[in-house]
Every structure is written in structure tokens, then in C-alpha cells.
């Protein structure tokens, strides 16, 4: 069965990123100073380029796999998502609001938090009734990310300070790159 609200997501999410990747160079700023090794050895538009770029190859794929109608795991649906395509569309559309109120709050509840409510809400909106796994899911990936992006990238992403306490004395003691 092809999806086409997936698919119509996914070449939107496409369009976009190759938009964003054209363009966004031109929207972020140099930083006004230079900055030392100490502070940020990336440049500021290296993390949303890379993450732009993996937006891509991912919808790629995707696109491609469907295109050559190679539906591997379309046998493995929940039965609540082998509906009709209109539910397809209500779930993207779920998500997309989910998404949209997290990029709104995401300065206030900080990046975990914000990042656990997104993966929660996902979670439920793709059919995932364990909740051992959604819980995991939802702690360990934006964890994961968080502790890449910040240590390994060394890129600040913005997180409350109850939550920045305990993480601080965890991540030095990772090693450093």
C-alpha cells in the first residue's frame, strides 16, 4: 500500500531542506568576534548544514524506496495505521502541530524536556503501545543527542538550569575531542 500523506511529507521535508541548504548560508550570522578553541571550534552554520544534509539523504531514501516500490515494512503496520490514507494525514498533521509547539517552547522547557514530549507524543502518534519503549525512546535519544551535540560538537543547545546542574558534572567526565 503507498502511503501518499507520507509521501507528500516527505518530498515536502525534501523541498524544504534543499531550500534551506541553498539559502540558509546567507541567514546565519558570523559571530560578531573570533571565537578561540575554547569556546566553539565549529562554525555556526556547520550543525544546521549537517543536519539539513542527513534531512536530505533520509527523505531521499525514502523517495527512492517508494518510487522503485519497495515497500519492505509495509506488512509490519500496527493495525490502527492500516487505515485509510485520511488517518495518514491526521497523524501528519498531529505531528507537524507537535513540532511546531515544541520549536515554541523549546527556549523555556529547554532542549530535553522539549525533546521528550516530541519523541513521547510521536511515538504515540506512529502506534507504539509499549511503554517501556516509549519511554526509553523518549529519555535516551534526545540524552544521546544532547551529549553529542554539546560535548562532542560543542555546541550549546539551550536546556534549564536544574537540568544543566546534574548534566555538567556527568559530561566532564566523558573524555574530551
Same mark, same amino acid.
Given at each position: 500500500?503507498?502511503?501518499?500523506?507520507?509521501?507528500?511529507?516527505?518530498?515536502?521535508?525534501?523541498?524544504?531542506?534543499?531550500?534551506?541548504?541553498?539559502? !540558509?548560508?546567507?541567514?546565519?550570522?558570523?559571530?560578531?568576534?573570533?571565537?578561540?578553541? %575554547?569556546?566553539?571550534?565549529?562554525?555556526?552554520?556547520?550543525?544546521?548544514?549537517?543536519?539539513?544534509? !542527513?534531512?536530505?539523504?533520509?527523505?531521499?531514501?525514502?523517495?527512492?524506496?517508494?518510487?522503485?516500490?519497495?515497500?519492505?515494512?509495509?506488512?509490519?503496520?500496527?493495525?490502527?495505521?492500516?487505515?485509510? %490514507?485520511?488517518?495518514?494525514?491526521?497523524?501528519?498533521? !498531529?505531528?507537524?502541530?507537535?513540532?511546531?509547539?515544541?520549536?515554541?517552547?523549546?527556549?523555556?522547557?529547554?532542549?530535553?524536556?522539549?525533546?521528550?514530549?516530541?519523541?513521547? !507524543?510521536?511515538?504515540?502518534?506512529?502506534?507504539?503501545?509499549?511503554?517501556?519503549?516509549?519511554?526509553?525512546?523518549?529519555?535516551?535519544?534526545?540524552?544521546?543527542?544532547?551529549?553529542?551535540?554539546?560535548?562532542?560538537?560543542?555546541?550549546?543547545?539551550?536546556?534549564? %538550569?536544574?537540568?544543566?546542574?546534574?548534566?555538567?558534572?556527568?559530561?566532564?567526565?566523558?573524555?574530551?575531542?
Amino acid at each position: 500500500m503507498f502511503r501518499k500523506a507520507d509521501f507528500r511529507l516527505v518530498a515536502g521535508l525534501l523541498l524544504l531542506a534543499v531550500v534551506a541548504l541553498a539559502l !540558509g548560508q546567507r541567514l546565519i550570522a558570523e559571530p560578531p568576534i573570533n571565537l578561540s578553541d %575554547d569556546i566553539s571550534p565549529l562554525n555556526p552554520r556547520l550543525f544546521p548544514s549537517l543536519v539539513l544534509v !542527513g534531512i536530505v539523504v533520509v527523505a531521499g531514501f525514502f523517495i527512492a524506496n517508494r518510487i522503485r516500490g519497495v515497500e519492505d515494512f509495509e506488512g509490519e503496520l500496527e493495525p490502527a495505521l492500516a487505515g485509510d %490514507d485520511s488517518g495518514g494525514t491526521k497523524r501528519l498533521l !498531529g505531528f507537524l502541530v507537535l513540532v511546531v509547539l515544541c520549536a515554541l517552547v523549546i527556549n523555556m522547557l529547554g532542549f530535553l524536556t522539549t525533546m521528550f514530549v516530541l519523541m513521547l !507524543g510521536t511515538s504515540l502518534l506512529v502506534g507504539n503501545d509499549s511503554i517501556a519503549q516509549i519511554v526509553a525512546f523518549s529519555a535516551g535519544l534526545p540524552f544521546v543527542i544532547y551529549v553529542l551535540v554539546t560535548h562532542v560538537l560543542r555546541t550549546s543547545l539551550p536546556e534549564l %538550569d536544574a537540568i544543566e546542574a546534574v548534566l555538567v558534572p556527568l559530561l566532564g567526565m566523558l573524555p574530551s575531542f
